[in-house]
T-cell receptor, first 113, second 111 residues
Framework: AQSVSQHNHHVILSEAASLELGCNYS??????LFWYVQYPGQHLQLLLK??????LVKGIMVFVAEFIKSKFSFNLRKPSVQWSDTAEYFC???????????FGAGTRLFVKA | EAGVTQSPTHLIKTRGQQATLRCSPI?????VYWYQQALGLGLQFLLW???????NRGNFPPRFSGRQFPNYSSELNVNALELEDSALYLC??????????FGSGTRLTVV
């Protein structure tokens, strides 16, 4: 069965620190990978997605994610976080048929100003 | 373009009652997905509807059911409510492979 594991449930960083959120998935077939973000008081929105091609995916607001197939990982990174990045981040995996998407438990990021 | 709309925003029910939650997808999206977001548990897949039919369901009891109407809007019904059904219920729509667009959710509280 598909599963998604996010390594940290809570992360606290100071502004300008670098961010890396880990995500590992379990699925034997070809997958599509996503990161979603939920800012306080707002609904979930798509941050970036990987379907194929360059394993380094650039999303909005300088976020990037790297797909490493051999490690079944899709980690999210940002070189310098801002207070406005405070949010909950969800990694998600779907089979290429797109029939359903499995989400990780989420990582709550708090950035101190 | 209107986003995914859900109603009501909040719903308070008594244990044993039934709850009905509604979702309107983005125009042109035929697939609707329902997720339960309980505190600390992330998003748990509930149901997927496409072209009026249930295509897949998650590991939830049969008292969680729903339907999709000809205009692609959808309804989620939860019968015989239990306290642990209290959660945020999210609806999403998509064009396959493009990622989801989520609604703001319905906060269901069972007392």
């Amino acid at each position: 069965a598909q599963s998604v594991s996010q390594h940290n449930h809570h992360v606290i960083l100071s502004e300008a620190a670098s961010l890396e959120l880990g995500c590992n998935y379990s699925y034997g077939g070809t997958v599509n990978l996503f990161w979603y973000v939920q800012y306080p008081g707002q609904h979930l929105q798509l941050l970036l997605k990987y379907f194929s091609g360059d394993p380094l995916v650039k999303g909005i607001m300088v976020f990037v994610a790297e797909f490493i197939k051999s490690k079944f990982s899709f980690n999210l990174r940002k070189p310098s976080v801002q207070w406005s990045d405070t949010a909950e981040y969800f990694c998600a995996v779907a089979n290429t048929g797109g029939f359903k998407t499995i989400f990780g438990a989420g990582t709550r990021l708090f950035v101190k100003a | 373009e209107a986003g995914v709309t859900q109603s009501p925003t909040h719903l308070i029910k008594t244990r044993g009652q039934q709850a009905t939650l509604r979702c309107s997808p983005i125009s042109g999206h035929t697939s609707v997905y329902w997720y339960q977001q309980a505190l600390g548990l992330g998003l748990q897949f509930l149901l997927w509807y496409d072209e009026g039919e249930e295509r897949n369901r998650g590991n939830f009891p049969p008292r969680f059911s729903g339907r999709q109407f000809p205009n692609y809007s959808s309804e989620l019904n939860v019968n015989a409510l239990e306290l642990e059904d209290s959660a945020l219920y999210l609806c999403a729509s998509s064009l396959l492979l493009h990622g989801y667009t989520f609604g703001s959710g319905t906060r269901l509280t069972v007392v």
